[in-house]
């Protein structure tokens, strides 16, 4: 765990922890706890960005568990005990309706970091629930999640992919190679902001030509591209990635790739060979090997351009 982090950071991590208790956490919830947050902790902005993983998708017990060992860990004198439990209080007052158990919890609260007891968890977890309820917040991983992080900002399609069972038969650099392809593939494909079925298994059909991914693997892939491409993706990070991973040969060739995925449904527009202009150019492709890629789509299938 980064011991750089800042008590209110952890906090900040633990109460999404606790949000995510009954399995749940809808866009009003994660905006009602972000307001919470930001009324009892002082966070920077890269702190801001960072807890965004943890509101991605659910804490499990044993991850809830380790960031929860982690603020204890962290709480050593008096001034940041105090830190703690002011957050804690000011989270409660900020419903302006304090109940009897939440006072018992404020209170066990005071009694475990004097003691730096396990209690510690279990009154917060009673703390949490009623307060994050009554804002509209509901409440798998452990400290892997952190390590994930650069993934989750930057390619989300990768982050997402780790999970699934197609993911564990690959190296770590085919496994970014893919993703990278995958979302580059999908950029293509959604520049009518439309991903119709057909483009969907074109993708994937392309993940199997080129890089031998089962069908199964290459439409789970295909589905995560569908959800994630262009909102959640840094494509310039994606392209740098993909380049990285890659051989000349294999850049000029997924090249035309991209020029297949263009043409899955319909025509290729302009718009498609432009977006392909600039992958290309970020991939170092030289100007004539573009030429030829584009080539390979019958001029009547690109309006002759």
């Known amino acids: 765990m980064d011991t750089t982090q800042t008590l209110d950071f952890k906090l900040a991590k633990v109460m999404i922890a606790f949000a995510w208790v009954d399995g749940t956490l809808d866009n ?12 009892v902790a002082e966070l920077t902005g890269k702190e801001w960005a960072a807890l965004e993983i943890y509101m991605d998708s659910p804490v499990e017990a044993a991850e809830r568990d380790a960031l929860l060992a982690d603020l204890l860990e962290s709480v050593h004198t008096q001034a ?18 304090v109940s009897r158990e939440e006072l018992a919890a404020i209170e066990a609260l005071r009694e475990t970091l004097r003691a730096k007891a396990t209690g510690f968890a279990a009154a917060l977890a009673r703390l949490m629930p009623a307060t994050l309820r009554r804002q509209r917040v509901r409440r798998h991983k452990t400290a892997l999640r952190e390590r994930e992080l650069e ?4 390619n989300r399609v990768l ?7 197609a993911a564990a038969e690959m190296s770590d650099a085919t496994l970014r190679k893919v993703c990278a392809a995958a979302a580059l593939l999908g950029k293509v494909a959604a520049i009518d902001e439309d991903f119709s079925p057909e483009e ?10 080129e890089w031998g991914m089962t069908r199964t693997g290459g439409i789970a892939l295909a589905d995560i591209v569908v959800r994630r491409a262009a909102r959640d993706l840094d494509y310039a990070c ?3 990635a993909f380049f990285e991973q890659t051989t000349p040969e294999e850049r000029s060739r997924f090249i035309r790739c991209l020029f297949q995925m263009a043409n899955a449904v319909g025509k290729t527009s302009l718009g498609e060979i432009e977006t392909i202009r600039g992958v290309s150019l970020a991939l170092k492709v030289p100007h004539a090997e573009f030429i030829e890629a584009k080539l390979t789509i019958p001029r009547a299938d ?4």
Do not use: Q
């Open 151 to 154: 993934d989750f900002l930057r």
């Open 159 to 165: 982050y997402d992919f780790r999970k699934d069972p």
């Open 302 to 305: 690109r309006n002759g351009l």
């Open 28 to 39: 009003a919830e994660i905006n009602a706890l972000k307001d919470l947050i930001f009324s």
């Open 200 to 209: 969907k298994a074109a993708l994937a059909d392309i993940l199997a030509a």
């Open 80 to 97: 940041d005990k105090n830190r703690v439990l002011t957050a804690v209080e000011r989270l409660v007052s900020s419903d302006d309706l």
């Open 238 to 240: 994606v392209s740098r």
